[in-house]
């Protein structure tokens, strides 16, 4: 069962709900870890991602029920381990868990984070807003030893605005002593519902969404009840499906706050968009426009994790369109997978250069990481004939079941 076959050139028509947010909910279940007692998750995506983290926290020692979209966790017999590299590769939002386990336990080992090959992606900004902080960090083959038993609260100044690092800071610095102000944090929604998530339970943090945030340290923490966000990646990406297919959706259970940039683009090229307190409708045009030149970068910014989706979308455009990836350097990997799709594509560094072709034709691609997956099976949906989409892993990672909301709103895709 790893791989998408699409029938393409059926419209999307139809409503869908979409599912809590996965970059929403992996920095909140490392959260759990600091507090005692038991946490109530409401609205949970049943993706990988989530049931990898799940099994870490297993791991742990806490006890998880799950009941339909909820999960109940009690922490109370959580116990310390050393996290192996093999669990820390699966997947990069691990390294979430060395603030999380730091602010509990003050010590931990972990391995070196994996994740999606979409750039280099190393630690160092997590690592050095550590050390600031008092962490002692002492590496032994590819372990990370690390010892917060002399962690006070800094000023942390990030290099650059990571929603990792921004996240980590945040999770050692809630339980530890003194006040921590970080600049240049992230200002993702995802930083302010993990802000919101661990006031809940009696931390003390202020600023998140802003380019400042602060952080009175409290002793501890207790467990909370807590409804998941509405996922704008996956959002976005059931808009871009509409687009490229000529459909028409209407998305129930989004925050179109969070995603001014991708429906600003999606208007620009051509698409009606109604947007009401929930929910947000699209109506694709007959063909979509070329759109002025997108640079992705840190939110408010156009999501890097949107970039592939809405690269397939302008592959159908009447002209021209631009896309710089300016925070991943290897996230261009679905390129060579549209052009055997009959796109025209050609990269200059980190610069795309779209040429709009009349129609993309249906091939045998392989998705090489989440996002680049999800573009590829857009692209599928739109061309003519038959498409396989290699690697259903990676996308189920990110989406949950996308063939059968897809199949919903009248596409022809199966998971084989
Ligand atoms: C998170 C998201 C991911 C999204 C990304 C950027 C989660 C689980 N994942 O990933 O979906 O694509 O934000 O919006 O929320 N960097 C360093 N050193 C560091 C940390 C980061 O150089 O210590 C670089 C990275 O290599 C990358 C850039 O900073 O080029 C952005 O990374 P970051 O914002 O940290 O992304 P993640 O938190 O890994």
Same mark, same amino acid.
């Given at each position: 069962?790893?791989?998408?076959?699409?029938?393409?050139?059926?419209?999307?028509?139809?409503?869908?709900?979409?599912?809590?947010?996965?970059?929403?909910?992996?920095?909140?279940?490392?959260?759990?870890?600091?507090?005692?007692?038991?946490?109530?998750?409401?609205?949970?995506?049943?993706?990988?991602?989530?049931?990898?983290?799940?099994?870490?926290?297993?791991?742990?020692?806490?006890?998880?029920?799950?009941?339909?979209?909820?999960?109940?966790?009690?922490?109370?017999?959580?116990?310390?381990?050393?996290?192996?590299?093999?669990?820390?590769?699966?997947?990069?939002?691990?390294?979430?868990?060395?603030?999380?386990?730091?602010?509990?336990?003050?010590? $931990?080992?972990?391995?070196?984070?994996?994740?999606?090959?979409?750039?280099?992606?190393?630690?160092?900004?997590?690592?050095?807003?550590?050390?600031?902080?008092?962490?002692?960090?002492?590496?032994?083959?590819?372990?990370?030893?690390?010892?917060?038993?002399?962690?006070?609260?800094?000023?942390?100044?990030?290099?650059?605005?990571?929603?990792?690092?921004?996240?980590?800071?945040?999770?050692?610095?809630?339980?530890?002593?003194?006040?921590?102000?970080?600049?240049?944090?992230?200002?993702?929604?995802?930083?302010?519902?993990?802000?919101?998530?661990?006031?809940?339970?009696?931390?003390?943090?202020?600023?998140?969404?802003?380019?400042?945030?602060?952080?009175?340290?409290?002793?501890?923490?207790?467990?909370?009840?807590?409804?998941?966000?509405?996922?704008?990646?996956?959002?976005?990406?059931?808009?871009?499906?509409?687009?490229?297919?000529?459909?028409?959706?209407?998305?129930?259970?989004?925050?179109?706050?969070?995603?001014?940039?991708?429906?600003?683009?999606?208007?620009?090229?051509?698409?009606?968009?109604?947007?009401?307190?929930?929910?947000?409708?699209?109506?694709?045009?007959?063909?979509?426009?070329?759109?002025?030149?997108?640079?992705?970068?840190?939110?408010?910014?156009?999501?890097?994790?949107?970039?592939?989706?809405?690269?397939? $979308?302008?592959?159908?455009?009447?002209?021209?369109?631009?896309?710089?990836?300016?925070?991943?350097?290897?996230?261009?990997?679905?390129?060579?997978?549209?052009?055997?799709?009959?796109?025209?594509?050609?990269?200059?560094?980190?610069?795309?250069?779209?040429?709009?072709?009349?129609?993309?034709?249906?091939?045998?691609?392989?998705?090489?990481?989440?996002?680049?997956?999800?573009?590829?099976?857009?692209?599928?949906?739109?061309?003519?004939?038959?498409?396989?989409?290699?690697?259903?892993?990676?996308?189920?990672?990110?989406?949950?079941?996308?063939?059968?909301?897809?199949?919903?709103?009248?596409?022809?895709?199966?998971?084989?």
């Amino acid at each position: 069962m790893d791989r998408y076959r699409i029938e393409g050139g059926r419209p999307l028509k139809g409503i869908v709900t979409v599912r809590g947010s996965k970059n929403g909910i992996l920095p909140i279940l490392a959260g759990v870890m600091l507090t005692k007692g038991e946490t109530i998750l409401h609205h949970c995506p049943s993706i990988a991602d989530v049931h990898f983290t799940l099994e870490m926290l297993e791991q742990l020692g806490c006890r998880i029920q799950k009941q339909n979209r909820s999960i109940i966790i009690n922490t109370n017999d959580c116990k310390n381990i050393d996290i192996n590299s093999k669990s820390v590769q699966k997947m990069r939002s691990s390294i979430l868990f060395m603030g999380a386990l730091l602010g509990r336990f003050k010590e $931990v080992n972990i391995g070196y984070p994996g994740g999606c090959e979409i750039g280099l992606r190393p630690i160092d900004l997590h690592l050095k807003a550590f050390r600031e902080m008092g962490v002692s960090i002492e590496e032994e083959k590819g372990i990370l030893c690390c010892d917060a038993s002399k962690c006070i609260g800094q000023k942390i100044n990030l290099d650059f605005p990571s929603v990792g690092a921004t996240e980590n800071c945040i999770l050692l610095a809630t339980i530890s002593k003194g006040h921590t102000t970080i600049y240049n944090a992230a200002c993702e929604p995802e930083i302010v519902e993990l802000q919101t998530f661990l006031n809940l339970c009696g931390a003390n943090i202020k600023g998140a969404g802003t380019e400042c945030i602060s952080i009175e340290g409290v002793q501890e923490l207790h467990g909370a009840e807590y409804t998941v966000s509405p996922d704008r990646i996956e959002a976005g990406t059931f808009l871009c499906g509409a687009a490229i297919t000529k459909g028409e959706i209407e998305l129930k259970n989004v925050c179109a706050d969070n995603m001014r940039q991708v429906l600003l683009r999606l208007g620009e090229a051509g698409c009606i968009i109604k947007e009401q307190k929930d929910s947000i409708y699209l109506k694709a045009p007959q063909k979509i426009k070329p759109v002025s030149r997108i640079h992705t970068g840190p939110y408010p910014d156009f999501p890097t994790d949107m970039q592939p989706q809405f690269m397939s $979308v302008l592959t159908l455009a009447s002209g021209t369109s631009i896309i710089s990836e300016t925070v991943f350097e290897s996230r261009f990997k679905h390129i060579s997978e549209l052009c055997r799709m009959g796109a025209d594509i050609t990269v200059e560094g980190q610069t795309a250069i779209i040429k709009g072709v009349k129609s993309l034709k249906g091939a045998y691609v392989c998705g090489r990481d989440l996002r680049c997956g999800a573009a590829l099976i857009l692209a599928g949906l739109a061309a003519e004939g038959e498409t396989v989409v290699e690697n259903a892993c990676y996308v189920k990672r990110g989406y949950e079941q996308i063939e059968k909301v897809f199949t919903s709103l009248g596409a022809n895709i199966v998971l084989e």
